[in-house]
């Protein structure tokens, strides 16, 4: 059980396009979804954290304009990276938690802007 | 200071020995604790969650707890090359409402050599 499912796991971009990450609770009802970023050798960095239903928190220093956060159901949770430049490629990784406070990860997905 | 400290490693032993990993943390609001093995690209897997003083056993994990020092361990008894990876300690402060949002340590990878 409490399987994240993500997609696409790896993805390439061209500058300026806009990229859609799907984040899934497969087999339970995510109450909170959490959106990270991971650099090479470096800890995950939590980017936003949202709620069904209502908007996303996002982190001090994450532009929420650029990391469009929806998630619109209990189950479905989308980042859309938009205009992504160089910069932006990364590992994003979601997680999902239930009405316990045990956070299940994706597998993550590996973005890469040309 | 960072909230949670973490020895980043790299930890290199022999199959079969004994692991010790560790994590100390300055805000004693910090009240449950959670352990994550992460493989190289992939999303964090949750190994143990713990949320008082003491031990917690899982076939070969060990998870332990000391909130007056402030300080958690993993042990990995009869080590194996699967268990190479980076571990990550994360927290969560007692009265984070609803984000129940992880503070994680920076990780340490572990290599286990056959």
């Known amino acids: 059980g409490a399987v994240v499912s993500q997609h696409p796991s790896w993805v390439i971009c061209k500058s300026g396009t806009s990229v859609k990450i799907e984040c899934r609770s497969l087999d339970f009802q995510a109450t909170t979804m959490f959106w990270y970023r991971q650099f090479p050798k470096q800890s995950l960095m939590l980017m936003a954290t949202s709620n069904e239903g209502s908007k996303a928190t996002y982190e001090q220093g994450v532009e929420k304009d650029k990391f469009l956060i929806n998630h619109a159901s209990l189950t479905l949770s989308t980042l859309t990276v938009t205009s992504a430049h160089p910069e932006d490629s990364s590992f994003y990784i979601c997680s999902a938690r239930d009405l316990g406070r045990e956070q299940y990860f994706g597998p993550g997905t590996r973005l890469t802007v040309t | ?114």
């Open chain 2, 1 to 114: 200071q960072k909230e949670v400290e973490q020895d980043p490693g790299p930890l290199s032993v022999p199959e079969g020995a004994i692991v010790s990993l560790n994590c100390t943390y300055s805000n004693s609001a910090f009240q449950y604790f959670m352990w994550y093995r992460q493989y190289s690209r992939k999303g964090p897997e949750l190994l143990m969650y713990t949320y008082s003083s003491g031990n917690k056993e899982d076939g070969r994990f060990t998870a332990q707890v000391d909130k007056s020092s402030k300080y958690i361990s993993l042990f990995i008894r009869d080590s194996q090359p699967s268990d190479s990876a980076t571990y990550l300690c994360a927290m969560i402060p007692f009265g984070s409402g609803n984000t129940g949002k992880l503070i994680f340590g920076q990780g340490t990878t572990l290599q286990v050599k056959p």
